[in-house]
């Protein structure tokens, strides 16, 4: 039995407010990311309602992902996106505000995926 299998579901519970200032549907690695920076952040000072109708995250592309962090790209913004992505992942305990609760993950980081340039210029 893996760790996963040993991890109660939580029930599906109705949501404490009837209105939301955001609401995102689906509450795996996007909708909860989404959610935790907008919480995070110090100039957003509204609600958040995620929506998420399978607690157990069994069938979602999350929990089957390879754990692979792409970081080739060809515009520089992905890039860019891609190596916070990895920073946040490799130190994710410490972005958690080093909560001993808070597990470390482990990836493969950096992901050797081979891409092949069209246009040098557009890459960083
Ligand atoms: C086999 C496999 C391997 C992968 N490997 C990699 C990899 O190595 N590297 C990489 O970067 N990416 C990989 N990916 C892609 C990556 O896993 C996905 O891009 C990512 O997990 C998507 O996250 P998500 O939160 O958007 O979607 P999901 O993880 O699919 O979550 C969507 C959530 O929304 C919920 N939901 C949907 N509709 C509703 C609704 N109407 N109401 C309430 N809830 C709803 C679902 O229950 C689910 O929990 C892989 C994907 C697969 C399938």
New binding site residues.
């Given amino acids: 039995m893996n760790q996963r299998t040993q991890l109660a579901t939580p029930k599906l519970t109705a949501p404490k407010q009837k209105n939301y200032d955001v609401v995102i549907?689906?509450?795996?690695?996007?909708?909860s990311s989404v959610a935790w920076f907008l919480a995070n952040n110090p100039d957003f000072n509204g609600s958040i309602l995620v929506?998420?109708?399978?607690l157990s995250?069994s069938?979602?592309?999350?929990v089957?992902?390879?754990?692979?962090?792409?970081q080739q790209f060809s515009r520089e913004i992905n890039v860019r996106v891609s190596q916070f992505g990895a920073e946040f992942v490799k130190n994710f305990r410490e972005f958690m505000g080093n909560d001993p609760r808070v597990t470390e993950l482990r990836v493969h980081v950096p992901c050797g995926q081979r891409r092949f340039r069209r246009n040098p210029k557009r890459m960083p």
């Fill in positions: 549907v689906g509450g795996a690695m996007y909708g929506v998420e109708r399978d995250y069938a979602c592309s999350t089957h992902t390879n754990s692979c962090i792409r």
